[in-house]
Nanobody, 128 residues
């Protein structure tokens, strides 16, 4: 089992930055691809970014490319999402998720269904 806890959300003005963290428990953390998803009121959950457990493969939604950066520190069992140049449309609850991987840099899933474990989410609100 993997337990995930997100933190770092909050209120920020448009153009500002936030860094989200996802702390994972369990000694098998390094065996998982880690993804970030978000869900705004009235909208379906959408993919944001993901990273392989080896760190060699990343994927980003078109809407956040060039603004968000995903990274991980396996020694700290933590995944990060650095969010810069935030826009009001980035407002959502952000969730981290874990997908069991077969190797250090496998193809990354951008659909929610393959992910096995989910955190409780952290609210990000961007004001104009």
């Amino acid at each position: 089992q993997v337990q995930l806890v997100e933190s770092g959300g909050g209120l920020v003005q448009a153009g500002g930055s936030l860094r989200l963290s996802c702390a994972a428990s369990g000694r098998t953390f390094s065996s998982y691809t880690m993804g970030w998803f978000r869900q705004a009121p009235g909208k379906e959950r959408e993919f944001v970014a993901a990273i392989s457990w080896g760190g060699g493969s990343t994927s980003y939604a078109d809407s956040v490319k060039g603004r968000f950066t995903i990274s991980r520190d396996n020694a700290k069992n933590t995944v990060y999402l650095q969010m810069n140049s935030l826009k009001p449309e980035d407002t959502a609850v952000y969730y981290c998720a874990a997908d069991l991987a077969l190797g250090p840099n496998p193809p990354i899933a951008t659909m929610a269904r393959p992910y096995d474990y989910w955190g409780q989410g952290t609210q990000v609100t961007v004001s104009s």
